[in-house]
């Protein structure tokens, strides 16, 4: 299990990070980026909200703890809905929730492994939407790409993160706030100018200068070839 440091780190995530935001993503840019989408947890007297990616017609990417917290307590999937591109109250599609996993080695003892803060969600229906699809490169730049609380209704966006590996994760240049959990590490694996964008991570926690990301591993690329209902 990664230290307490990192934990803490995690923490962090929740509370507002004194540092700058994700800047909003330009309109015309927005939709390349419709696989990505906000994962709304609904419960009583509260509403929560990460971000997640669509990475096969109804498998939605994001991290543990934003379906299971801290401790393992898990959220029942009807109470998770997916919106992908959401964009001030336009959508490029939706669904909810069937049923959810989360990365074998996310919990140990009712305590999160930052290092394995993985959850794939299957929708009730595929989506009528182009999912984004895993890499393997890890060098930067990276892009994070994500709706966070002081910009909850539209995309957020950073296209120049430095990082590198940092034990079993990837440490980013680029700080980012509470919502931007389970949100995409992006990669465009070469100088190509129509080179697509790869999902190679996923945001797990944040401090005022720098955030910490799970890379995709090998639970999630045989979880994703094992396909669900609905995958070809």
């Not at 992006?186 to 990301?213: K, M």
Request: with cysteine.
């Amino acid at each position: 299990m990664f230290s307490m440091r990192l934990l803490l780190a995690l923490l962090l995530l929740a509370q507002p990070a004194a540092a700058q935001d994700l800047p909003p993503l330009p309109p015309e840019d927005h939709a390349q980026f419709t696989a990505i989408g906000r994962v709304n947890t609904r419960g009583y007297n509260r509403r929560g909200m990460c971000s997640g990616t669509l990475i096969a017609p109804a498998l939605v990417l994001t991290a543990a703890h934003c379906v299971a917290g801290p401790e393992g307590d898990p959220v029942r999937p009807e109470r998770l809905h997916f919106v992908a591109g959401w964009f001030g109250g336009d959508y490029a599609d939706h669904a909810d929730v069937a049923s959810y996993e989360v990365h074998p080695e996310a919990y140990r003892d009712h305590r999160l492994d930052i290092e394995h803060d993985l959850a794939l969600l299957t929708l009730t229906r595929p989506l009528d939407v182009a999912p984004l699809t895993l890499g393997s490169t890890s060098a930067p730049p990276f892009a994070l790409v994500g709706y966070h609380d002081r910009r909850p209704n539209r995309l957020s966006a950073r296209f120049d993160c430095d990082g590198a590996r940092d034990h079993a994760l990837l440490r980013l240049s680029c700080p980012v706030r509470h919502g931007n959990s389970g949100g995409p590490v992006l990669v465009q694996e070469s100088d190509a100018s129509d080179e697509p964008w790869r999902v190679i991570g996923v945001v797990s926690a944040t401090n005022a200068r720098s955030s910490l990301a799970v890379p995709v591993d090998e639970w999630l690329r045989a979880r994703l070839t094992r396909g669900s209902p609905y995958t070809p």
